[in-house]
């Protein structure tokens, strides 16, 4: 089955102990991304990756960090979580030139 | 002006109702357009792509206007099953673009609820 995977769902943490949510696609997509949601600011951009060792800075990009070493995954770490990083996140994926993206299920972090 | 600024909702209908939703975009180069859909608590989806000339999926009608930079979305004998968050989602760049081609802007939604 076709998806996107991200794990874990559900975090509660601490200030300032480093994180990772991780996001897998099974579809062979060159771009990948990473939003956050929060109420009453819809969805935010917070990276992107055009394709393995490619990306770049979304539209929220303080305070997390990317990778993209190979093509089906696209981490998103938190290196000193912070209150204000409690979000809805999610990853998305498409295929090049083409317009669908293609969402995870969601992470629901929680920053003590 | 919002980059994309959608109806405030929400919208409380009965079952049966067309309902009509809003969505104006604040960059007149954007070159695609789309509506999602997201259920409470779960990932948003695409519900329908929306080109110049209109276009309708069974109940669902989509418009473009381009002058006005202005989209919409029409729902025909709504069901329980249409409640949901409808985002209004415009992509500001061509495909040919390259760099941040994929880097869609969203609205904040808009929620529909349908009651018996």
């Known amino acids: 089955e076709a998806q996107v995977t991200q794990n874990p769902r559900y975090l509660i943490t601490v200030t300032g102990k480093k994180l990772t949510v991780t996001c897998s696609q099974n579809m062979n997509h060159e771009y990948m991304s990473w939003y956050r949601q929060d109420p009453g600011l819809g969805l935010r951009q917070i990276y992107y990756s055009m394709n393995v060792e490619v990306t770049d800075k979304g539209d929220v990009p303080e305070g997390y960090k990317v990778s993209r070493k190979e093509k089906r995954n696209f981490p998103l770490i938190l290196e000193s979580p912070s209150p204000n990083q409690t979000s809805l996140y999610f990853c998305?994926?498409?295929?090049?030139?083409?317009?669908?993206?293609?969402f995870g299920p969601g992470t629901r972090l929680l920053v003590l | 002006r919002k980059e994309v600024e959608q109806d405030p909702g929400p919208f409380n209908v009965p079952e049966g109702a067309t309902v009509a939703f809003n969505c104006t975009y604040s960059?007149?180069?954007?070159?695609?357009f789309f509506w999602y859909r997201q259920d409470c608590r779960k990932e948003p989806k695409l519900l329908m792509s929306v080109y110049s000339s209109g276009n309708e999926d069974g109940r669902f009608t989509a418009q473009l206007n381009r002058a006005s930079q202005y989209i919409s979305l029409l729902i025909r004998d709504s069901k329980l099953s249409d409640s949901a968050t409808y985002l209004c989602v415009v992509n500001p760049r061509p495909m040919n673009y390259g760099g941040s081609q994929g880097n869609l802007i969203f609205g904040k939604g808009t929620k529909l609820s349908v009651k018996p």
């Open positions: 998305a994926s498409k295929r090049e030139g083409q317009e669908t993206q293609y």
């Open positions: 960059n007149s180069a954007s070159q695609s």
